[in-house]
């Protein structure tokens, strides 16, 4: 046997260079370099859009759409561990739309402190997420049920804690600053600056910590082309923004969850182990992983994120109403992810598609409005994405099958 | 190999579930560098022994010994600190996960420093442990990186029982290790046992395949009904002589036969 050639099977590198095209082309069909697809797929968007409408591509639209992307994107980063797990959390929408409601009330009529009342709004939407997590994983309820029986009574709390008027004006500058601050361009050259030398030095940490355990297989180079792609992306993007009114605080505050997140998701012991109860919770509990504490977790932290969403939500519109948090929110949150490449059948996923998920679906919502098209047809387009997202995630999964992945 | 120190003895235990005798003061143990296969026909009792030394079934009679120190285990968590680690057939393995995941999977190392605060995992670390651990026991995978779902059933075999190593046991319990392989990759793992034995372990193998266990075990037990039918050294034993013993066919002991026909299990005409 090959005993002596995988003694040393920790270098990670690919098992055949040769064959490497063809494993991408594989790997591609298997679905493990969606986010190439769906980046693809965002490029012919936006060309098809531009070629529509020149002022698509324009930095006033582009900035638009980043305050746009800015509550779904963050609502996503819950539904993104939601997903890993396997389950499905339909409450979400309500759960924002509650929230922001709970916090313009408590700022606007009972004259509290913004910072006070954003606290309370977002721990509202843990205790939610808690309680619903708690419901499922107790009495073995699936969590769709367990969540749509929230979504109706979340918004008729949001209702009931609306009163008669139905609307609340927002006009404290903290609040509605979340949503409407730009930073100079000088500012904004940091921040890029910043992101840049935080990326390179976690990617230059990981692979001293592997030097240092002797692990010496990796090359420097990929490392050294996500660095690049990185610095070209930020900068490219910090220059458009810059080009209209900067840098907005809310895309600021997404990237952070995402970056965070994914942190949690990717490298801590926590996120190892959803992926785990998300591969096989069986294999889990037998390891003495806490299932029913990990998923009580992540549906708190499904809460948490829509109650943030929410409160980004209606810093933007100024306003809390019966709709916010209703509509189309709730899908458009769930199917960013999934059209990034978040497997709806758990274990498989990241939490940076909930941007990417986000961007894809903003600029088709954008570039509808643009483009002046009814709701008709935006509901129908918007449905149809998601359809197409879905199928390709079950044929992914089945091709994964197919060669005994599961 | 009977020189070896007894690492685990089992004295008369009995194990009823309702009106089924599934254990009935069976007598069994294993040393150290030792493998033991455990054969029987179904429901002979093979997995709730072993399932009682896991801790998963407590025994109604008899006695546990652990490195000469009579000892109670009531619960997995026991069987572990003692030092038993078991692979169940189905492995338990997550297989969205890649196998340095899967080895450390409830056990992961965590970064030292402001890391720690956060649960920070420690892959570098996780991923050399495994990797030594893997070329010690001469593992066949392409790399510790890839996820256990596109692996074979025999490397699936061989990652859930470096698994089982990481806790440093002195026992090993494999249920049914080459159920489902194919020829070569039943042979990885009898080649892993065997390994497992140069490293001074004590191994039970239950298996259905006389051929596999001939090939690696160095002392054959047989259950029947409950009960202690045989106690073979591998060497100077033919397949016939345990075939028999499984069968209740002469055996040992002539009343393996009357008791066969009085409990009416096993010999019943298709």
């Not at chain 1, 590198?13 to 069909?29: C, I, S, T």
């Not at chain 1, 504490?293 to 933007?316: E, H």
Request: charged share 15%; aromatic share 4%; proline share 3%.
């Amino acid at each position: 046997m090959s005993a002596a050639e995988s003694a040393t099977p920790a270098a990670g590198q690919p098992q055949d260079e040769a064959g490497a095209g063809a494993g991408a082309l594989r790997r591609f069909v298997q679905g493990d370099l969606a986010s190439l697809r769906v980046v693809l797929g965002l490029a012919v968007i936006w060309a098809i859009f531009q070629f529509e409408n020149d002022r698509f591509l324009s930095a006033e639209n582009l900035t638009n759409l980043m305050l746009q992307i800015t509550a779904v994107g963050l609502i996503s980063i819950g539904i993104v561990f939601v997903l890993l797990l396997g389950e499905i959390d339909l409450s979400v929408g309500a759960v924002s739309g509650l929230a922001a409601a709970v916090m313009a009330v408590l700022n606007v009529q009972h004259g509290w402190s913004p910072y006070l009342a954003i606290l309370v709004a977002v721990l509202v939407g843990m205790a939610i997420g808690l309680l619903q997590g708690s419901v499922f994983s107790r009495f073995g309820v699936p969590s769709f049920v367990v969540t749509l029986a929230g979504l109706l009574a979340w918004q008729g709390a949001l209702l009931q804690v609306l009163g008669s008027t139905g609307s609340i004006n927002i006009n404290d500058p903290k609040i509605t600053g979340l949503a409407n601050t730009f930073y100079s361009d000088a500012v904004g050259w940091v921040i890029a600056v910043v992101v840049i030398a935080g990326y390179a030095g976690v990617l230059l940490a990981g692979y001293r910590s592997r030097i240092a355990h002797g692990l010496t297989g990796e090359s420097v180079t990929p490392l050294l082309v996500r660095v690049t792609l990185v610095a070209v992306v930020t900068l490219v993007a910090v220059a458009v923004l810059n080009s209209d009114r900067g840098v907005p605080l809310a895309l600021l505050i997404l990237l952070a969850f995402v970056a965070g997140f994914e942190y949690v998701a990717k490298r801590t012991r926590f996120g190892r182990h959803v992926f785990a109860v998300g591969g096989s919770a069986e294999a889990a509990r037998r390891a003495g992983i806490g299932v029913d504490k990990i998923r009580i977790a992540v549906f708190a932290l499904s809460g948490t994120m829509a109650a943030i969403g929410g409160i980004l939500a209606a810093s933007r519109l100024l306003a809390v109403n019966q709709s916010s948090g209703g509509s189309e929110l709730l899908l458009l949150a769930i199917a960013g992810p999934v059209i990034a490449g978040t497997s709806l059948f758990g274990g498989r996923g990241a939490v940076w598609t909930a941007l990417l998920g986000a961007l894809v679906i903003g600029s088709i919502a954008n570039g509808m409005d643009l483009l002046a098209l009814s709701s008709a047809v935006k509901f129908m387009v918007t449905g149809g994405v998601l359809l197409l997202a879905v199928i390709v995630d079950a044929i992914a999964r089945k091709e994964r099958q197919a060669v005994g992945r599961v | 190999m009977n020189a070896n120190a007894p690492l685990l003895e089992i004295d008369g235990v009995s194990k009823r579930f309702g009106p089924v005798q599934a254990l009935d003061r069976v007598d069994f143990g294993v040393g150290e560098g030792e493998v033991v296969a455990l054969v029987g026909d179904n429901g002979a009792g093979k997995s709730t022994l072993v399932k009682t030394i896991a801790g998963i079934h407590s025994p109604d009679a008899g006695s546990i010994r652990f490195d000469g120190e009579t000892v109670t285990i009531s619960r997995p968590q026991d069987a572990t600190a003692l030092g038993i680690a078991t692979v169940y057939q189905d492995l338990a393995l997550c297989d969205n996960l890649d196998v340095v995941a899967n080895i450390f999977l409830g056990q992961e190392a965590i970064s030292g420093g402001p890391a720690q605060l956060t649960r920070q995992l420690d892959e570098a670390k996780m991923e050399h442990r495994a990797a030594e651990l893997l070329s010690s026991l001469a593992v066949t995978i392409p790399s510790v990186r890839s996820e256990v779902g596109t692996l074979s059933g025999g490397q699936r075999q061989q990652v859930a029982v470096a698994r089982s190593l990481l806790g440093e046991p002195k026992v090993v319990l494999l249920d049914e290790p080459t159920a489902a392989l194919g020829v070569p990759q039943t042979k990885q793992v009898l080649e892993l046992i065997g390994r497992l034995r140069e490293r001074g372990l004590g191994v039970v193998v239950i298996s259905h395949n006389l051929a596999n266990v001939f090939e690696v075990a160095d002392r054959i037990v047989v259950l029947r009904l409950g009960r202690a039918a045989g106690d073979f050294q591998a060497e100077g034993t033919t397949e016939e002589h345990v075939v028999a013993a499984i069968t209740g066919a002469g055996g040992n002991g002539g009343d393996s036969a009357a008791r066969a026909s009085d409990e009416g299990e096993g010999t019943e005409p298709q």
